[in-house]
């Protein structure tokens, strides 16, 4: 949920409510995540994390980079503007890892990789859980120094939290727990496309402690969500989602609208390249109220949000348990 959705109230309105709500630090610097943070504590006293984007390791194949900026060249001069240029590959890291060791929340998540045994251990060492995404079994073995793995299926919205950008394909979440639970005896966090209680309690029964909502949340009044993407989740006309490098570079999943439809094809395993290239024109597209020419992120389940508070939404997640 970067890039916005995921706000201090959302994440407060989450904990408070039971669940263990999670600010999204990618695309921020040190200093706001920080200002997050902050903001989180004043609403809540309640435990909450932190989720980090490892850096990009991606080998650019610059030429493919400037044929894709060429080509979108049409689209940004409809929208008024210039594509963007390369920025930061690093997202901030070590500023983010510096100031939440000195700070910690309770739980620190990673996505796109595992972070080095030392920075896993010093965060273990201040007493904080440790939670890495993993996509495969072969990821779950390398991420064994993580106290928690979250086990993302195909069918999760947003960014596919892979190792590597070189496999577009996601595996069912019922179907990779089990894989994973092979493989390894660490707590597993199940998410993609879990919308309901009955998704719960199914992922429950094959293995998870707990389960991950994410485009279940997006339509909730605490979310960041922009009103067009809010607007698109409910509409319609829009009927499936699908896995797009058009975006950002990396595969991630998203309502099918014009722009998804026309450039996923030619866009290059190239980020954050490709999300610097289409920053300006997804920013121009939101302010234009244009939803075909943005990333609208989209769980499988994405028909199940709705426009209820956060702590209604968890509430519903919860109706699977059964008190003895």
């Known amino acids: 949920m970067a890039g916005g959705a995921s706000t201090p109230?959302?994440?407060?309105?989450?904990?408070?409510?039971?669940?263990?709500?999670f600010l999204a630090a990618g695309y921020k610097t040190a200093a706001q995540v920080r200002a997050d943070i902050d903001r989180t504590r004043a609403l809540t006293g309640r435990p909450f994390g932190v989720n980090l984007f490892l850096p990009s390791t991606d080998v650019v194949d610059q030429v493919a980079v400037a044929a894709y900026r060429e080509r979108l060249l049409p689209e940004?001069?409809?929208?008024?503007?210039?594509?963007?240029?390369?920025?930061?590959?690093?997202?901030?890291?070590?500023?983010?890892?510096?100031?939440?060791?000195?700070d910690p929340p309770a739980v620190v998540s990673f996505t796109f990789g595992c972070p080095d045994d030392e920075v896993v251990g010093e965060f273990r060492a201040r007493g904080v859980v440790v939670v890495v995404t993993v996509t495969t079994p072969e990821e779950a073995r390398l991420a064994s120094a993580a106290d928690v793995l979250c086990v993302q299926g195909g069918e999760a919205g947003a960014h596919r939290g892979s190792f590597t950008n070189t496999d577009a394909r996601g595996v069912p979440i019922r179907t990779l727990l089990p894989q994973v639970r092979a493989v390894t005896d660490r707590p597993l966090i199940a998410a993609g496309g879990l919308a309901t209680a009955g998704h719960v309690a199914e992922v429950l029964a094959l293995g998870a402690v707990a389960a991950q909502a994410g485009t279940a949340f997006l339509r909730a009044p605490e979310s960041g969500a922009s009103d067009l993407h809010k607007r698109a989740l409910a509409d319609p006309r829009y009927t499936e989602t699908a896995m797009t490098r058009a975006f950002s570079g990396r595969p991630a999943r998203g309502l099918v609208n014009r722009f998804l439809a026309e450039h996923s094809a030619s866009a290059p395993a190239a980020y954050p390249d490709v999300h610097y290239l289409t920053s300006p024109l997804r920013k121009a597209a939101t302010a234009q109220d244009d939803p075909g020419g943005v990333n609208l992120w989209a769980g499988a389940s994405w028909r199940l949000a709705t426009d209820r508070p956060a702590a209604e939404i968890v509430a519903r997640l919860e109706d699977y348990v059964q008190v003895p």
Not at 9 to 21: I, M, P, R, T
Not at 84 to 100: I, P, S
């Open 9 to 21: 109230e959302l994440v407060a309105a989450v904990s408070e409510a039971g669940g263990l709500g």
């Open 76 to 102: 940004a001069a409809r929208l008024g503007v210039e594509p963007g240029d390369a920025g930061d590959r690093t997202d901030d890291w070590h500023a983010k890892v510096a100031d939440l060791l000195a």
